[in-house]
């Protein structure tokens, strides 16, 4: 899954998820004519917090 994250000025926006990145490029034709010349954007790939702990070698538990 992926987020599309625009930033414009102060205003931050979090959009998606998409279920690949082409989508949301795709999408984000669309939604940067509602924002500034200056608008920067990045589309982030969402990872499960196990997967993440997991990966690092490390394990959280519940208290």
């Known amino acids: 899954m992926y987020l599309l994250t625009i930033r ?35 589309i982030h790939a969402l990872e499960a917090p196990q997967d993440v702990l997991r990966g690092s070698g490390r394990m959280a538990t519940a208290a």
């Open 8 to 42: 414009d000025g102060l205003v931050t926006r979090h959009i998606g998820p998409y279920e690949s990145p082409k989508q949301a490029s795709d999408d984000l034709d669309r939604l940067l004519e509602q924002f500034g010349e200056r608008a920067r954007w990045q």
